[in-house]
């Protein structure tokens, strides 16, 4: 959980969040709120995407005995 909370598309994806909300309450309700949400909604994606196969690249740490 702590990858996701400290990797910085996420934290992008999150605070970018907050203009899309903005615009929803404030703007006009048209094809272009939709396809913000769309966009929002893919970035998303990509950002926990990107922080599972970077996790799967690292892979488990091993201890030497």
Same mark, same amino acid.
């Given at each position: 959980m702590r990858r996701f909370l400290f990797n910085g @598309? +996420?934290?992008g994806a999150a605070f970018? @969040? +907050?203009g899309v909300i903005n615009a929803t309450r404030t703007g006009p309700r048209d094809w272009r709120?939709?396809?913000m949400?769309?966009?929002w909604g893919i970035s998303v994606a990509i950002a926990?995407?990107?922080v599972i196969e970077e996790s799967r690249e690292n892979g488990p740490l091993e201890l030497d005995d």
């Open positions: @598309a +996420v934290i970018s @969040a +907050v709120l939709a396809l949400w769309v966009s926990v995407g990107t």
